[in-house]
Each structure stands twice: as structure tokens, then as C-alpha cells.
């Protein structure tokens, strides 16, 4: 079974909420930039105004407040994330009516209704479920038929020489750079590399998902080190 595992789950929890106020000026570092453009990516193939979309681990709403000025606020979205800390400092990034609806859970049992979303995202966050074949059943089951579950998040290259210059980057220039942009607190998300070992590589990941979608296609970036996947229901 993928995931981290709930010890691992409850560690990594511990230090995303320790850098909050860093995390996004670090998050846009280590992706060399392109958070932004892959999560635009990622809305644009998954999206249309006038959807009901879940932001799953939403964090602070990254992925929600790219959705809502691409969209020209023509969707309404939840915000769903196991850190209250990072749901209420949503509203410093969310000013539109969306930054109230919040919730606060994980990804495995989620309190929504069968059918109840037209589009669920998961930007740089699934890496972090405690199951992943749990996490990826539920997104499912909560999606309407013809919904998308988009993730944008990193990738482990199923090309072993490529997987190891990613895991190479991660494992030990991630820490630098981290510590560049913010100092100590930076060093945390060396914790990064743990979720990446358990994280399955990409074509793994991409059976997963057809095991529930009908359809999948997923785009591959920074040499397979990061991937947009849209599953169809």
C-alpha cells in the first residue's frame, strides 16, 4: 500500500504547520518556479466556470486563488485541508466569499456526500496522504460522473538514471536552496525527501489511477520530476 503511513503521516503534518510562514516563498523555489504555471496547467485542463471544485490540501489556497482569477471567480470552490493553522490564514490569500468555506479533514475520509464535486484538485499535497489508494477511492467517490481530479504535484521518473538525479536534487540541494530563500526555517522541508521515497513512481502512480478513472492523462515535466495528471470519472 502507497502513503506515509499514519506515524509518518502525523511527522509531516508537525512540520508543515511549523512553516507556514515561509512555505510559499520555499514552495516556489524548489519547483524552480514553475509551481505556479503547472497548477494553471492543471486548472485549465480540469476546470470550467461554473464548477463546484474541491481544493484537497488546499494548505492556504495556492491552488484555490489561481483558480478563482483564472476563472474570473465564475466557480465556487471548498477548501479542504487536515491543517486548521493553514485553513485560517487562508483569508490573508482568498478575499472573495470561497475563503469561507473551509473545512478541515484528510484525504482518506472526507465528509462529503457521493457525487457532490464537479472538479477536485490536489496541488503538491497527495504525496502527503496516509493511503494513497484510499485517498484516490475517495476522491472518487465524492466526484459527480464526468468529474476531474487533477493533480499537479512532484514526480519520481520511471527512468532509474533520471529518478536518481531527481531524488539527488531533493535528498540534498533542496535543503540549500530552502535555506537561501528563508534560513533555518527552510531547512525543514528537507522533509520533503522522506514523502518522495514513498511516493510511487510515475507510472505507478498513473495505474492507480486508471484503476478508478476511465480516463487518465498525465503530462510530465523537469525530466519526469514533476507531473499534471487529470483522471476522468
Known sequence: ??????????EVIDVLRSIIPVYDR???AISLGQ??????????????????????????????????????NK?????????????????????SENSKNLSCGVFE?????????????????LRDAISLERAISEIHRILRVSGRFVIVDLGK??????RCLV????????????????GKSGLKFKTLYGTYTKWPKNGELYLLLTDKFSKVIMEQKLFGGAIIAVGYK
Open 1 to 10: 500500500m502507497s502513503g506515509l503511513g499514519n506515524a509518518y503521516w502525523h
Open 26 to 28: 520555499v514552495n516556489r
Open 35 to 72: 509551481d505556479r504555471r503547472y497548477r494553471e496547467k492543471g486548472i485549465n485542463r480540469g476546470v470550467s466556470p461554473g464548477d463546484l471544485v474541491l481544493d484537497a490540501g488546499s494548505g492556504f489556497g495556492n491552488m484555490t486563488s489561481i483558480l478563482l482569477k483564472n476563472l474570473n
Open 75 to 95: 466557480v465556487k470552490v471548498v477548501m479542504f485541508d487536515p491543517i486548521l493553522e493553514m485553513l485560517l490564514n487562508s483569508k490573508e490569500y482568498i478575499s
Open 109 to 125: 475520509v472526507m465528509p462529503f456526500r457521493e457525487g457532490s464535486f464537479d472538479a477536485v484538485l490536489c496541488g503538491y499535497c
Open 157 to 162: 521518473p520511471d527512468n532509474f538514471l533520471l
Open 167 to 182: 531524488s539527488f536534487y531533493l535528498k540534498y540541494l533542496l535543503g540549500i536552496l530552502a535555506f537561501l530563500v528563508s
